[in-house]
T-cell receptor, first 114, second 114 residues
Framework: KQEVTQIPAALSVPEGENLVLNCSFT??????LQWFRQDPGKGLTSLLL?????REQTSGRLNASLDKSSGRSTLYIAASQPGDSATYLC?????????????FGKGTHLIIQP | ETGVTQTPRHLVMGMTNKKSLKCEQH?????MYWYKQSAKKPLELMFV???????ENNSVPSRFSPECPNSSHLFLHLHTLQPEDSALYLC?????????????FGPGTRLTVT
């Protein structure tokens, strides 16, 4: 069974710190991996998408990496701000032949203290 | 504001009611998805539609009935639900395969079954 695991489940850090969120997946047949942000009671906002042929993607203060051989991805957040407080979800897509659903982790609940 | 809208945003229904959730995407995508997000559980894929055809049903009970009249609209018809069906229902869309299966989510419908 395909599984995605996120560690830690929750994280609280002071403003300004750099931090790393971890995601691991069991299915080696990965097409892409997508990181999302979810604010309380809201939908998902896509942050970064890494194709299986790529090793990393960057957007502003965010950097996501992908290591297929070890089944891991990390999301690096630089110079954290209180507005970064949210739940961060990673999701794996297996197939690229057409539309395919995503398998999600449970998320990391992040709090940035002012 | 995303290119995927969902109505209603909140819904309370009794176990004998029949209701429908609506999703519309304004992104020109060909694939649409329904996901369920329950407390303490990862997002779960329910259904996938590609060019109006259902391509995946993730063992969803028949009390949930999807409908996709065209590539821009997706419905989820609900009848005789159970209290454990209370959850946030999220719709997503993607352009596949050219779009690399990057999925864009709506804000969700918060469903409470009494």
């Amino acid at each position: 069974k395909q599984e995605v695991t996120q560690i830690p489940a929750a994280l609280s850090v002071p403003e300004g710190e750099n931090l790393v969120l971890n995601c691991s997946f069991t299915d080696s047949a990965i097409y892409n991996l997508q990181w999302f942000r979810q604010d309380p009671g809201k939908g998902l906002t896509s942050l970064l998408l890494i194709q299986s042929s790529q090793r990393e993607q960057t957007s502003g203060r965010l950097n996501a990496s992908l290591d297929k051989s070890s089944g891991r991805s990390t999301l690096y957040i630089a110079a954290s701000q209180p507005g970064d407080s949210a739940t961060y979800l990673c999701a794996q897509c297996r197939s690229g032949g057409g539309a395919d659903g995503l398998t999600f982790g449970k998320g990391t609940h992040l709090i940035i203290q002012p | 504001e995303t290119g995927v809208t969902q109505t209603p945003r909140h819904l309370v229904m009794g176990m004998t009611n029949k209701k429908s959730l609506k999703c519309e995407q304004h992104l020109g995508h060909n694939a649409m998805y329904w996901y369920k997000q329950s407390a303490k559980k990862p997002l779960e894929l329910m259904f996938v539609y590609n060019f109006k055809e259902q391509t995946e049903n993730n063992s969803v009970p028949s009390r949930f009935s999807p409908e996709c009249p065209n590539s821009s609209h997706l419905f989820l018809h609900l009848h005789t639900l159970q209290p454990e069906d209370s959850a946030l229902y999220l719709c997503a869309s993607s352009q596949d395969p050219k779009g690399g299966n990057e999925q864009y989510f709506g804000p969700g419908t918060r469903l409470t079954v009494t």
